[in-house]
């Protein structure tokens, strides 16, 4: 397994929970 692609994946993740959380307030 690519462990580049994980990370990117896992970032992915964090941008979208922040911006649901921007969102929220």
Known sequence: ???RK???YIV???GE???GKD???
């Open 6 to 8: 994980r990370d990117l």
């Open 12 to 14: 992915k993740l964090l």
């Open 1 to 3: 397994m690519n462990t």
């Open 17 to 19: 929970k922040v911006e």
């Open 23 to 25: 969102s929220s307030l």
